[in-house]
């Protein structure tokens, strides 16, 4: 838990504290004293009476009450100086720079837990341990620089990785992104991502809390937790972006259907984030890329004016606008020969508007203007000014800051001479502006984050399904595939319609099937996992003669105990899937079947329960949805049916975790029905 002490103390004692600030606890020390933190501040070092001015005891137990103790010793001193602050001296507040816990030994894992149960028993924040630390308004409670001066309205930061923490510092604050709070969870013992998200969702206000969270993630402990308090920050205006790295392909290795080989972990790691509307970055560049889009103000739609006076990044800016799903509408007409007037001869205003090398502030003024009243079919202004070094830049980059003031639309500044005009640049992220060096990370970036969907409404609403039946099949099976009688009972109750089927024990019953029925059938082994494979499916059988002939030859397949005798249907092959991921809940998965999902690898996912928005917004992602629509002459699906079919395979296996993986592969799909001709469904229980 985060409580107040750890961010307001009124007084903080650095254990370990030295002169010498080439080392972690002489750092932080200092940090905090060039911070004028307004409390009281002490030192705990054996040796010195006093350290860098602050006075120093050497014995912990002889400190008055503090609120904030940040802890720069040895791992294996820890515990005791925690247990002792926090018994006598009411300390509520532990930052532990310290390595050598869970992430090196056992030993240090029983250490850390030893700690976190202590600061639990009275009701303690702890930060860390590995970790640079915590970065608040109040106090500079980190080791290492750059230190951003903090601004309400800028980033708040979290990473798992103290060092990484300082590389996207550093680039950032390059670039002129802001801060407003860092927190490097290091171990993330008792406070990880997830807790200081839900912090600031819980304590968000819209006045003073910054709209914009940057995240670095290694491990997610909690997925719900992080869906809930993301998305949750998401629709109050909140803007979000995360690197998530590290995927494993563990989990799939244990599968063995299709959903089980497409659907990763780091797929898992993708739909939770869409979810929750969090922007994925790969990346430091991109998440400071991304960071720094979220500090201007929004683009309300995806028509983007290249205002440049130099040729080649406007074209790169162009593909990587266009390539992203954005366009660059062509400006014509009275306004823009108008606009054209007051630009040197040989310049352009189409789109991109390029006024030329020789171009200057006062025409780039001329052109701003005419963007932001004169094309209604104008939502965003990127401006390319760099220069080749002849002379200053000033005045074009102080004319951009106050169009910037003044614009409705989103200017976004593309200033690639970091060398040339260094101090222009400089001068120019003083007053609070951002620069975008790469005009093709920056294009690459808005799309991204024009294009990341809204969160999910908290509650999703569910079809109505037969939970009953489905828990007692559920309950009453062993682990591995269910037989296609209980296949069948669960499809029934999620309400997914599946083919006319039965299971036959002689050709007799088989005849019989097609006397109910009619022909054609089809006819499959019961028993071997992937009947095509081992010659087990029959399809368009039109006679008797036919049926006892392939009854006789199905029986004889390995591992056939009876056959399924089904009606044929005919239509689009379909593809949905489920899978368990762990912590995550499942996954689930649809596309068009055949080459499509095993060849092309073409699938969506979210994750369940899914709604039917959600669903709808799967299949319009596919490479194949013009397909799945119909085209030439094929008369394609019920996209409402498909997308109603995927809600109810996620409302499934949501209502039984035991599933481990189930296909329905394929379903035949055409504007009139869709069923299910082939389902296989794992359960696996702890
Ligand atoms: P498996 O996946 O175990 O190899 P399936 O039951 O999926 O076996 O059958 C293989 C293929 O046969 C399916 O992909 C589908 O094209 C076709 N098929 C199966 N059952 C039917 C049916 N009832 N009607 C029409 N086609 C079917
Ligand atoms: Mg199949």
Known sequence: MINEALLKPKSIVVVGGTEDIKKPGGKILKNIIDGNFKGKLYVANPKMEEVQGVKSYKNPGDLPQVDVAILAIAAKYCYDTIKLLADKKNTRGFIILSAGFSEESEEGGQIEQAIVAKINEVGGSLIGPNCIGLLTPDYNGVFTTPIPRLDPQGVDFISGSGATAVFIMENGVSKGLSFSSLWSVGNSAQIGVEEVLSHLDETYDPQTSSPVKLLYIENINNPDLLLKHASSLIRKGCKIAAIKAGGSEAGSRAASSHTGALATSDVAVDVLFRKAGIVRCHGREQLITVG??????????????????????????????????????????????????????????GNPIDFLATGTAEQLGYIID?????????????????????????????????????CKKPIFPILPSVINVKDEIDDFVAKGRINFPDEKIFGDALCKVYHIPKPQPEKIDMPDIDTQTIRQVVENADNGYFEPVEVAKLLDAAGIKRANDKVVNSVDEAIEFTKKHGF????????????????????????????????????????????QMFEMYFGEEIFIGAKREEKFGHMVLCGMGGVF??????VQSALAPVSKQEAQNMIRRLNSYPLLKGTRGQEGINEDMMAEQITRVAALVYTAPEIFEM??????????????VDARIRIEKD
Do not use: Q
Not at 530 to 547: C, F, I, P, Q
């Open 520 to 563: 054609p059938v089809v006819m499959k082994v019961v028993g071997p996992v992937h009947k095509s494979d081992v010659g087990g499916v029959v399809l368009n059988v039109r006679d008797e003669a036919t049926v006892r002939k392939e009854y006789e030859r199905l029986m004889k397949i390995k591992d056939t105990y009876a056959v």
């Open 370 to 406: 005419a963007c932001e009243h004169d094309f209604d079919n104008i939502d965003g202004m990127a401006v390319i000014f760099g220069s080749p070094g002849l002379c200053p830049v000033y005045d074009v980059y102080d004319l951009l800051h106050e169009k910037m003031k003044t």
């Open 597 to 602: 999902i095993e060849v092309l690898k073409d």
């Open 663 to 676: 296909d329905l592969n394929p379903l035949l799909g055409n504007p009139k029905e869709i069923v299910a």
């Open 292 to 349: 720094a889009v979220f500090m201007h103000p929004e683009l309300e739609g995806k028509n983007m004016v290249i205002i440049t006076h130099a040729g080649g990044p406007a074209v790169m800016l162009t593909d990587a606008l266009s390539n992203g799903g954005m366009e660059i509408p062509h400006l014509e007409g009275p306004k823009a020969d108008a606009l054209l007037e007051k630009l040197f001869p040989g310049s352009a205003v």
